[in-house]
């Protein structure tokens, strides 16, 4: 009988001490859920106000960027770009929005919608489904690498 009564008093201390340290890490998860929305809401404000300054903070040095179609491009060479020319973003906005943190590291995935214009100023639509990877350095939430690619409505179903 004593073990019995030892055994189910170990079992309940065990159970709320996974139940602790499961809230307890929800609750770290949701603050850092929190802190990074906040840094791409940022980004993201940026990109319309087309605030460089933002931007080169937002974005690590090492930032990689993979396009619609496959290619690839650094901070630097983005940046100058945007600088350079008159294109630029109208609207741009997120949902379908999904965060999953790792420590000092966040996956971050969205559906974008947005409007812009090259720089010839010819509008154009998109719909673009967007995984990105943050990293906490020095306490702050900093993009390293995004990943963007074309949402394609849903094809047709075969004809009958």
């Known amino acids: 009988m004593k073990t019995r009564i030892y055994s189910i008093t170990l079992f309940t201390c065990f159970v709320y001490t996974l139940s602790a340290l499961a809230f307890g890490q929800t609750a ?6 929190q802190e990074v929305l906040k840094a791409v809401e940022a980004g993201r404000v940026a990109l319309l106000k087309k605030d460089i300054a933002v931007l080169e903070r937002y974005w690590t040095d090492e930032y990689i960027l993979t396009l ?13 770009g945007f600088k350079a020319n008159n294109a630029g973003y109208d609207e741009w906005e997120a949902d379908e929005v999904k965060v999953v943190i790792y ?6 995935n969205a559906r974008f ?8 100023g010819k ?13 906490k350095q020095h306490g702050v939430w900093r993009l390293a690498a995004a990943h963007f690619t074309d949402i394609k409505p849903p094809a047709a179903p075969p004809a009958q």
């Open 123 to 135: 509008s154009y639509t998109a719909d673009w489904r967007c995984t990105g990877t943050l990293v």
């Open 28 to 33: 770290h998860n949701n603050k850092a859920e």
């Open 68 to 80: 619609t179609g496959g290619n690839t491009s650094t901070k630097a060479r983005w940046l100058a």
């Open 103 to 108: 420590g000092t590291t966040a996956i971050y």
């Open 113 to 120: 919608k947005v409007k812009g214009h090259n720089n010839a």
